[in-house]
C-alpha cells in the first residue's frame, strides 16, 4: 500500500493481511490490518509495529517518509505479537531510539526479547511526550484488552490512537470509514465492529464505560480515533464512540437466537415448532447449527440477540460436545443482560439440557427453566409442546427486553 498521512505530519505506515482467517481463534474472513503510525516532526517518533512476518512491509513504509535510522521515539500502546514483534528489526535500525511503554507493558516485553539493551522509559495515565510541534499524551487502559494496554492521544491534531479499542478486522485498500462506505456499506462496517467487539472486548463492557467517562472528563477533543485493526475513523468518530457505549452497556436487539446441535436430527426437528412458536409471539427468531458455523460467528449473534435458547441432544448423559464447547467459550466472555433457555432430544436417559442449564447459569445468563426435552425423535404431540415452549419462551423475552 505504500504509507498514507492522516493527519498533517502523521503517516499510516501498517500492512494490510490479506490472507488471515483465524485471529484470536476465530474466523475473520475478511483478513486484517496491522496499524502503526509515525509522527514525522523535529523528534521522529513510531506508535506502535506490526505483526513479525509484516516487518518488511513497515520499513518499507517507514523509508518512504524518514531514514529508520532517524527515529528517536518508539511508543508501544500493546505488547500483543501483532503489534510489538517487529520491534526488534525496528530497534536494529534505530538502535538509539527510546521505547515508551506501560509497566506492566516492560514486563511483558522482557518476556520476549532481551529488553535491557534498550533505552525504556516507563509511563502512565497523564504523562507527554513532546515530539517537536507536537504532544503525544498516553491514557492506560488495563484490560482493553490486556493489562499492559495504553492508548496515545495527538493533543495538537485531536487524534486518539486507540489501540486494539475501536478496531475491526478488515483487510483493504480503504484506511478511512468513509472510504469504506463508498466501496461497500455502513451496514458492513458496523458489522465488523461488532465481531470484533463481541469476540475480544465482550467481558470488558463496565471497564469501557469506565474509559470513555475518563476520556469526557479529561476534556479531550476527538477529530479522528485511529485503531491499530482495520478501518480509521475521521468521517464520524463519534459513531464508533456511541457504538461501544451501547455494546457496554448490553444492548441487543428483540430476537431469539436458536443456537444447537444434533446427532440425529431429533434436536434439529425440534428447531422448527420452537421457531414458530417464537414467531407466533411476534419476537424474531434466527437458527444456528453451530456445526456449520464459525465459533465466532455464534458467538456475534448470540450478542446482538436479547435471549438464546440452546438445542443439545443427551450424549453419555452430558451436553453434545459442540454445544458443550460454545458455551465454555461463552463463559470466558462473561455476558450480562441476556436470557436463555435449553432445548433437546436423548434415548437412554435425559441430562443434556439440566447441564446446559446450569453452565449457562454460571455464565451469568438469566434462565428460564425447566426445558423442553423429547424422547427420540418427536412427534405431533412434541411438535405441539416445542410450539408452545417457544412462544412462551418469546413472551417472558418480550417483557424482559423491556427493562433494557
Given amino acids: 500500500m505504500g504509507a498514507l498521512e492522516i493527519k498533517p505530519g502523521i503517516f499510516w505506515v501498517g500492512a494490510i493481511d490479506w490472507a488471515v482467517r483465524d485471529f484470536h481463534g476465530y474466523i475473520t474472513p475478511n483478513g486484517t490490518t496491522y496499524n502503526n503510525y509515525l509522527i514525522k516532526d523535529k523528534h521522529i517518533t513510531l506508535v506502535d509495529t506490526v505483526k513479525h512476518d509484516f516487518s518488511d512491509y513497515t520499513i518499507d513504509n517507514i523509508r518512504d517518509i524518514v531514514d529508520p535510522a532517524k527515529i528517536e521515539n518508539i511508543v508501544i500502546n500493546h505488547i500483543e505479537n501483532d503489534h510489538m514483534t517487529s520491534i526488534d528489526r525496528i530497534m536494529a535500525l534505530a538502535p538509539k531510539a527510546v521505547i515508551y511503554i506501560t509497566e506492566r507493558g516492560k514486563k511483558g516485553l522482557d518476556r520476549f526479547f532481551d529488553a535491557s539493551r534498550w533505552n525504556i522509559r516507563l509511563v502512565k495515565t497523564g504523562d507527554t511526550l513532546s515530539t517537536g510541534s507536537k504532544t503525544i499524551l498516553f491514557l492506560e487502559t488495563p484490560m482493553l484488552h490486556w493489562p499492559d494496554s495504553m492508548m496515545s492521544y495527538v493533543k495538537e491534531d485531536k487524534l486518539l490512537i486507540s489501540q486494539d479499542g475501536f478496531g475491526q478486522h478488515i483487510a483493504s485498500t480503504a484506511r478511512f470509514d468513509d472510504e469504506y462506505c463508498d466501496q461497500y456499506s455502513i451496514t458492513a462496517l458496523e458489522h465488523a465492529v461488532r465481531d470484533y467487539y463481541a469476540n475480544i472486548l465482550m ?197 424482559y427486553h423491556q427493562k433494557f
Wanted: with cysteine; aromatic share 8%.
Fill in 203 to 399: 467481558p470488558f463492557g463496565p471497564l469501557i464505560k469506565a474509559k470513555l467517562a475518563e476520556i469526557q472528563k479529561l476534556g479531550l477533543e476527538i477529530d479522528m480515533i485511529a485503531p491499530d485493526h482495520g478501518i480509521i475513523w475521521r468521517k464520524d468518530p463519534g459513531k464508533i464512540v456511541k457504538m461501544y457505549l451501547d455494546m457496554a452497556n448490553g444492548k441487543a436487539d428483540l430476537r431469539v437466537v436458536i443456537i444447537y446441535d444434533t446427532m440425529w436430527h431429533s434436536t434439529e426437528h425440534m428447531t422448527i415448532p420452537i421457531m414458530e412458536g417464537i414467531r407466533a409471539a411476534g419476537v424474531d427468531v434466527e437458527v444456528i447449527k453451530l456445526r456449520s458455523t464459525p465459533m465466532s460467528v455464534a458467538v456475534k449473534r448470540f450478542w446482538e440477540s436479547r435471549a438464546m435458547l440452546v438445542g443439545t441432544p443427551t450424549l453419555n448423559n452430558i451436553m453434545f460436545p459442540s454445544v458443550a464447547e460454545f458455551l465454555a467459550h461463552l463463559r470466558g466472555l462473561r455476558p450480562r443482560n441476556r436470557m436463555a433457555g435449553a432445548f433437546g432430544s436423548f434415548g437412554w436417559g435425559g441430562g443434556a439440557v439440566k447441564e446446559a442449564c446450569e453452565e449457562m447459569k454460571k455464565i451469568g445468563l438469566d434462565v428460564v427453566e425447566p426445558g423442553m426435552e423429547v424422547l427420540y425423535k418427536p412427534g405431533r404431540e412434541d411438535e405441539k409442546s416445542c410450539f408452545e415452549f417457544g412462544k412462551q419462551f418469546a413472551e417472558k423475552v418480550i417483557a
